[in-house]
Protein backbone atom coordinates (compact mmCIF):
# COMPACT_ATOMS: atom_id res chain seq x y z
CA UNK A 1 0.00 0.00 0.00
CA UNK A 2 2.95 2.65 0.33
CA UNK A 3 6.98 2.77 -0.38
CA UNK A 4 8.00 3.72 -3.77
CA UNK A 5 9.12 0.57 -5.12
CA UNK A 6 8.38 -0.35 -8.31
CA UNK A 7 9.18 -4.54 -8.51
CA UNK A 8 7.08 -5.27 -11.47
CA UNK A 9 8.90 -3.42 -13.95
CA UNK A 10 11.94 -1.07 -13.87
CA UNK A 11 10.43 0.18 -17.46
CA UNK A 12 8.16 3.23 -16.02
CA UNK A 13 6.71 5.62 -18.10
CA UNK A 14 5.48 9.53 -18.22
CA UNK A 15 1.93 9.59 -19.59
CA UNK A 16 0.42 12.51 -20.84
CA UNK A 17 -2.05 14.99 -18.96
CA UNK A 18 -5.17 15.42 -20.33
CA UNK A 19 -6.00 19.77 -20.06
CA UNK A 20 -9.06 21.26 -18.91
CA UNK A 21 -11.39 22.16 -20.73
CA UNK A 22 -10.81 18.75 -22.67
CA UNK A 23 -14.02 16.78 -22.81
CA UNK A 24 -12.24 13.73 -22.06
CA UNK A 25 -11.52 14.83 -18.26
CA UNK A 26 -15.74 14.92 -18.23
CA UNK A 27 -16.25 10.70 -18.46
CA UNK A 28 -17.15 8.64 -15.68
CA UNK A 29 -14.74 5.93 -14.82
CA UNK A 30 -15.62 2.04 -14.58
CA UNK A 31 -14.83 0.01 -12.09
CA UNK A 32 -11.95 -2.27 -11.85
CA UNK A 33 -12.24 -5.85 -11.88
CA UNK A 34 -8.91 -6.87 -13.29
CA UNK A 35 -5.61 -7.21 -11.04
CA UNK A 36 -3.02 -7.69 -13.43
CA UNK A 37 0.25 -6.55 -14.60
CA UNK A 38 -1.25 -4.34 -16.80
CA UNK A 39 -3.18 -2.56 -14.05
CA UNK A 40 0.25 -2.58 -11.95
CA UNK A 41 2.02 -0.95 -14.63
CA UNK A 42 -0.71 1.41 -15.24
CA UNK A 43 -0.21 2.34 -11.52
CA UNK A 44 3.92 2.80 -11.35
CA UNK A 45 3.42 4.99 -14.02
CA UNK A 46 0.66 7.22 -12.92
CA UNK A 47 3.04 7.32 -9.67
CA UNK A 48 6.18 8.20 -11.45
CA UNK A 49 4.01 10.54 -13.80
CA UNK A 50 2.15 12.56 -10.57
CA UNK A 51 5.91 12.21 -8.90
CA UNK A 52 7.92 13.83 -12.02
CA UNK A 53 4.65 16.73 -12.20
CA UNK A 54 5.15 17.22 -9.65
CA UNK A 55 1.61 17.00 -7.91
CA UNK A 56 0.50 15.43 -5.07
CA UNK A 57 -2.32 12.85 -6.64
CA UNK A 58 -3.38 11.60 -9.91
CA UNK A 59 -6.73 9.88 -11.24
CA UNK A 60 -6.63 7.75 -14.27
CA UNK A 61 -8.98 9.75 -15.50
CA UNK A 62 -6.56 12.30 -16.19
CA UNK A 63 -4.04 10.22 -18.03
CA UNK A 64 -7.41 9.24 -20.61
CA UNK A 65 -7.94 5.95 -18.71
CA UNK A 66 -11.14 5.60 -17.71
CA UNK A 67 -11.18 3.25 -14.51
CA UNK A 68 -11.44 3.67 -10.92
CA UNK A 69 -7.91 3.88 -9.72
CA UNK A 70 -6.21 7.05 -8.15
CA UNK A 71 -2.73 7.13 -6.72
CA UNK A 72 -1.57 9.71 -4.16
CA UNK A 73 1.35 10.65 -1.71
CA UNK A 74 1.10 13.20 0.43
CA UNK A 75 4.17 13.03 2.20
CA UNK A 76 7.14 15.27 2.83
CA UNK A 77 9.25 12.84 1.84
CA UNK A 78 7.88 11.36 -1.02
CA UNK A 79 7.86 7.50 -0.12
CA UNK A 80 4.26 7.11 1.34
CA UNK A 81 2.05 6.33 -1.97
CA UNK A 82 -1.62 5.15 -1.45
CA UNK A 83 -2.69 3.37 -4.49
CA UNK A 84 -7.04 3.41 -4.08
CA UNK A 85 -8.58 1.37 -6.68
CA UNK A 86 -12.69 1.27 -6.59
CA UNK A 87 -12.48 3.73 -3.77
CA UNK A 88 -15.74 4.26 -1.99
CA UNK A 89 -16.33 7.14 0.58
CA UNK A 90 -18.13 5.06 3.58
CA UNK A 91 -17.75 7.99 6.11
CA UNK A 92 -17.69 11.94 5.72
CA UNK A 93 -17.86 14.67 8.78
CA UNK A 94 -20.29 17.38 9.54
CA UNK A 95 -17.42 19.41 9.73
CA UNK A 96 -16.49 21.20 6.19
CA UNK A 97 -12.95 22.64 5.34
CA UNK A 98 -11.95 25.80 3.04
CA UNK A 99 -8.67 24.15 1.23
CA UNK A 100 -7.15 26.02 -1.68
CA UNK A 101 -6.99 23.31 -4.64
CA UNK A 102 -4.84 22.81 -7.38
CA UNK A 103 -4.69 20.45 -10.39
CA UNK A 104 -1.97 19.48 -13.02
CA UNK A 105 -5.00 19.15 -15.53
CA UNK A 106 -5.08 22.74 -14.99
CA UNK A 107 -2.08 24.22 -14.89
CA UNK A 108 -1.13 27.10 -12.81
CA UNK A 109 -5.11 27.73 -11.88
CA UNK A 110 -5.75 27.60 -7.82
CA UNK A 111 -8.66 28.36 -5.67
CA UNK A 112 -10.90 27.64 -2.89
CA UNK A 113 -13.46 24.76 -2.80
CA UNK A 114 -14.81 23.95 0.54
CA UNK A 115 -15.25 19.83 1.55
CA UNK A 116 -15.99 17.53 4.20
CA UNK A 117 -12.45 17.95 6.72
CA UNK A 118 -12.25 14.26 7.13
CA UNK A 119 -13.41 11.07 5.13
CA UNK A 120 -13.26 7.39 5.64
CA UNK A 121 -12.49 5.28 2.20
CA UNK A 122 -13.11 2.25 1.44
CA UNK A 123 -11.33 0.76 -1.43
CA UNK A 124 -8.74 -1.95 -3.09
CA UNK A 125 -5.28 -2.12 -3.39
CA UNK A 126 -3.35 -3.12 -6.82
CA UNK A 127 -3.49 -7.02 -5.58
CA UNK A 128 -7.71 -6.35 -5.26
CA UNK A 129 -6.92 -6.73 -1.35
CA UNK A 130 -9.78 -4.21 0.82
CA UNK A 131 -8.49 -1.71 3.02
CA UNK A 132 -10.14 1.37 5.03
CA UNK A 133 -8.23 4.38 5.54
CA UNK A 134 -8.88 7.16 7.86
CA UNK A 135 -8.19 10.70 5.71
CA UNK A 136 -7.91 14.32 7.63
CA UNK A 137 -6.01 17.73 6.73
CA UNK A 138 -4.67 17.35 2.76
CA UNK A 139 -5.09 13.55 2.35
CA UNK A 140 -8.82 13.98 2.64
CA UNK A 141 -9.02 16.82 0.31
CA UNK A 142 -6.88 15.41 -2.10
CA UNK A 143 -9.28 11.93 -2.00
CA UNK A 144 -12.42 14.26 -2.89
CA UNK A 145 -10.51 15.67 -5.61
CA UNK A 146 -9.10 12.46 -7.05
CA UNK A 147 -12.90 10.96 -6.52
CA UNK A 148 -14.31 13.94 -8.44
CA UNK A 149 -12.28 13.41 -11.46
CA UNK A 150 -13.05 10.16 -11.55
CA UNK A 151 -16.91 10.83 -11.32
CA UNK A 152 -15.85 13.10 -14.43
CA UNK A 153 -15.67 16.40 -12.78
CA UNK A 154 -12.86 18.95 -12.36
CA UNK A 155 -12.49 21.38 -9.43
CA UNK A 156 -13.04 24.32 -10.81
CA UNK A 157 -16.61 23.47 -11.76
CA UNK A 158 -17.27 24.05 -8.44
CA UNK A 159 -16.61 27.84 -8.78
CA UNK A 160 -18.86 30.22 -10.38
CA UNK A 161 -19.59 30.51 -14.22
CA UNK A 162 -17.83 33.72 -14.47
CA UNK A 163 -14.40 32.66 -12.69
CA UNK A 164 -14.65 28.93 -15.20
CA UNK A 165 -14.59 31.55 -18.08
CA UNK A 166 -11.57 33.58 -17.06
CA UNK A 167 -9.67 30.38 -16.28
CA UNK A 168 -10.95 28.88 -19.80
CA UNK A 169 -9.77 32.15 -21.63
CA UNK A 170 -6.21 32.66 -19.54
CA UNK A 171 -5.54 29.06 -20.31
CA UNK A 172 -6.19 29.45 -23.89
CA UNK A 173 -4.54 32.64 -24.29
CA UNK A 174 -1.20 30.73 -22.53
CA UNK A 175 -1.57 27.79 -25.03
CA UNK A 176 -1.44 30.45 -27.85
CA UNK A 177 1.48 31.89 -26.53
CA UNK A 178 3.46 28.36 -25.90
CA UNK A 179 2.67 27.27 -29.59
CA UNK A 180 3.68 30.92 -31.07
O1 LIG B 1 -5.52 15.97 -9.32
C1 LIG B 1 -4.46 16.52 -9.51
O2 LIG B 1 -4.24 17.09 -10.56
C2 LIG B 1 -3.39 16.52 -8.45
C3 LIG B 1 -3.48 17.70 -7.51
C4 LIG B 1 -3.99 17.20 -6.17
C5 LIG B 1 -4.45 18.29 -5.23
C6 LIG B 1 -3.55 19.13 -4.63
C7 LIG B 1 -3.99 20.10 -3.74
C8 LIG B 1 -5.33 20.20 -3.45
C9 LIG B 1 -6.21 19.35 -4.05
C10 LIG B 1 -5.77 18.38 -4.94
C11 LIG B 1 -2.07 18.27 -7.37
O3 LIG B 1 -1.17 17.62 -6.98
S1 LIG B 1 -1.87 19.93 -7.82
C12 LIG B 1 -0.15 20.25 -7.46
C13 LIG B 1 0.06 20.56 -6.03
O4 LIG B 1 -0.83 21.02 -5.37
C14 LIG B 1 1.33 20.28 -5.36
C15 LIG B 1 2.47 20.01 -6.08
C16 LIG B 1 3.65 19.74 -5.42
C17 LIG B 1 3.71 19.75 -4.06
C18 LIG B 1 2.58 20.05 -3.34
C19 LIG B 1 1.38 20.32 -3.99
ZN1 LIG C 1 -6.99 17.36 -10.36
Not at 18 to 47: G, H, I, W
Not at 67 to 94: H, Y
Request: charged share 30%.
Amino acid sequence: MSGRVFAESDAVALLPILEYPDPRLNKVAQPVTQFDAALRSLAADMAETMYAAPGVGLAATQVDRHIRMIVIDVSETKDQLITFINPQIVWAADEKALCEEGCLSVPGIYDEVERPARVRVAAQDVDGRPFERECEGLLAVCIQHEMDHLNGKVFVEYLSALKQDRIRTKLKKRKAREAA
